[in-house]
């Protein structure tokens, strides 16, 4: 007998069928003699209507406030899915955040997860019943609700499974597992058996959103063993390891993540003093916007341009700041632009291979797409590019890296 956390993202939860072709299959693994935990996420779209109702009020709504309201939408599901599995003979109870006791840091939209009180649930499995639990929130010292950021019930999920010392962290969506890229962007992407929790971190981190990056970070920290699995299709999924033993029979790439949230700025003709990286990002850093990107051009006429990049979402108010630290500093211009996206190339294979970058920039020049920006670390290739070329662009590096499904 197994103890297993199910977690049930937006689309698998977004109606009432849906809701009850979950509680079938939690009724099945249950069945089977298995003790279930299960996470839900808010019905699809649920979430992005509720802050759109606070933005409604306030374009930019006080936190907490916005945290009491939005994690209403996981209350709803929690519930709708205990009473699916209660009216199919299957004992359940639901709990929110503050109920199972998932306490949190302060940090209200953002929050991460300090410590889980695991007796409940014990006590409930213990007597039979399946545990439905709140995805996405906590509660803090004071008792505030708070979340833990978007896609963030994959954090409360793979949390619990650590916590309850769980046999596996099953993370159920409307993909049949983690691709080589997004399969809505490129039809050619390719399920992959496995990933090492290293690449996972990468691609959750460069943008894609099948899993939240603490999630993994979690997973890694407390060796959960985690797997991303189509809700309603069968089939094997993508198991993330710590196993690296295979890399050298695996492609050097593994996937290919994209972003279109961040904008880029820059400032030109600033004076090339040492100091002076830090007196353009000090004040980006103090206004709580963390920056991504760095490029600094080789001086001339001792001055230099500088480039950076950050979340779209706190592009007004960087460049209202760039454009106060470039009146100090006497820089000769400020310029922005929000039409950009990042590709990066990811894979622990690189390790061990040269030539990889040079490959990725061939792959985009026979493209003819310009890059504006490149950062490297040791498993990863990313390049800003304009927005317009972005799908071209990862398809063309996907075919590159030899990563496109064979078609019979
Ligand atoms: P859920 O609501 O179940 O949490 P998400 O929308 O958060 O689902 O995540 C699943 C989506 O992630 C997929 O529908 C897919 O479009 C997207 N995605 C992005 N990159 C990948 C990838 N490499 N592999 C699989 N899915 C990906
Ligand atoms: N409902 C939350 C969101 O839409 C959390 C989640 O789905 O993981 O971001
Ligand atoms: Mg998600």
């Not at 939860?13 to 808010?42: H, W």
């Not at 639901?94 to 410590?115: C, E, H, M, P, W």
């Not at 029979?249 to 090339?272: C, H, M, W, Y």
């Not at 040269?354 to 670390?377: D, H, P, R, W, Y």
Request: hydrophobic content about 45%; charged content about 25%.
């Amino acid at each position: 007998m197994a103890l297993i956390v199910q977690k049930f993202g937006g689309t698998s939860v977004g109606s009432v069928e849906r809701i009850e072709q979950v509680a079938e299959k939690v009724k099945k693994f249950r069945d089977r003699g298995d003790d279930i935990v299960v996470v839900v996420s808010a019905m699809s779209g649920e979430t992005n209507r509720l802050i759109g109702l606070a933005k409604a009020i306030n374009p930019q709504p006080d936190p907490r406030e916005l945290d009491v309201m939005v994690s209403t939408g996981e209350q709803v599901t929690i519930a709708l899915l205990a009473m699916a599995l209660i009216k199919r003979g299957v004992p359940a109870v639901s709990y929110t955040g503050n109920q199972v006791r998932i306490l949190t840091d302060s940090a209200f939209t953002k929050a991460r997860i300090l410590q889980i009180d695991s007796q409940n649930i014990m006590g409930d499995l213990k007597a039979g019943r399946v545990v439905v639990v709140a995805g996405f929130q906590g509660v803090d010292e004071q008792g505030n609700i708070t979340t833990l950021g978007r896609g963030g019930s994959d954090t409360t999920g793979v949390a619990l499974a650590a916590a309850l010392k769980a046999d596996e962290c099953q993370i159920y969506t409307d993909v049949d597992g983690v691709y080589t890229t997004d399969p809505r962007v490129v039809a050619k992407a390719r399920r992959l058996e496995k990933i090492t929790f290293e690449e996972m971190l990468e691609m959750a981190s460069l943008g894609s959103k099948v899993l939240q990056i603490r999630s993994v970070e979690f997973a890694g920290k407390y060796n959960v063993p985690l797997r991303v699995l189509h809700s309603f299709q069968e089939g094997p999924g993508t198991l993330i390891t710590l196993d690296e033993e295979e890399s050298m029979e695996q492609p050097i790439i593994s996937g290919i993540a994209f972003n279109r949230d961040e904008a880029k700025l820059t400032i030109r003709g600033v004076p090339d003093n040492p100091g002076v990286a830090f007196k353009i990002l000090g004040p980006i850093g103090a206004a709580n916007v963390e920056v991504d990107m760095i490029v600094q051009n080789v001086a001339h006429d001792n001055t230099t341009d500088f480039t950076f990049t950050v979340n779209r979402n706190d592009y007004e108010k960087a460049l209202s700041v760039l454009k106060e630290t470039a009146q100090t500093l006497s820089a000769r211009e400020v310029s922005g632009d929000t039409n950009i996206a990042k590709v990066s190339i990811v894979g622990v294979g690189m390790r061990s291979h040269a030539g990889v970058a040079s490959c990725m920039f061939e792959a985009l020049a026979k493209e003819s797409i310009n890059i504006q920006m490149i950062s490297t670390s040791e498993i990863k290739v990313s390049v800003v590019i304009e927005e317009k070329y972005l799908e071209l662009a990862v398809r063309a590096l996907h075919t590159a890296f030899e990563l496109d499904a064979v078609t019979a």
